[in-house]
């Protein structure tokens, strides 16, 4: 059975930083692109950033964009996002999501396999 899990949310105050990790069992990880999203109580889920796994191109959305960096570690099937100068706003649930597409994609319907997800606390 294919499985997406995250791990490495928590909290932190203002201006800290985090390292979200995401393992994909599925042995093929190498031709799949890999994103995250998140999701905060009663909104919509949304896009935050992508991996192709052709030639490891990313996208960003702009509220991450310069805070926020992917990346994806093929042998150990492990994709990771790492966090810096986080602000209260980025307080959610972020989720990791696996498409067979190749390049980085912001449309969810495009994911195949989704994560349960992981939560981020920011506090003044």
């Known amino acids: 059975q294919v499985q997406l899990v995250e791990s490495g949310g928590g909290s932190v105050q203002v201006g800290g930083s985090l390292r979200l990790s995401c393992t994909f069992s599925?042995?093929?990880?190498?031709?799949?692109?890999i994103g995250w999203f998140c999701q905060a109580p009663g909104k919509e889920r949304e896009f935050v950033a992508a991996?192709?796994?052709?030639?490891?191109?990313?996208q960003y959305s702009s509220t991450v964009k310069g805070r926020f960096t992917i990346s994806r570690d093929n042998p150990t099937h492990t994709l990771h996002l790492q966090m810096n100068s986080l602000k209260p706003d980025d307080t959610t649930v972020y989720y990791c999501?696996?498409?067979?597409?190749?390049?980085?994609?912001?449309?969810?319907?495009?994911?195949?396999?989704w994560g349960r997800g992981t939560q981020v606390t920011v506090s003044s």
């Open positions: 999501a696996a498409s067979r597409v190749s390049r980085p994609t912001i449309v969810q319907s495009e994911y195949d396999y």
């Open positions: 599925e042995p093929l990880f190498n031709y799949f692109t």
């Open positions: 991996i192709g796994w052709i030639d490891d191109s990313t």
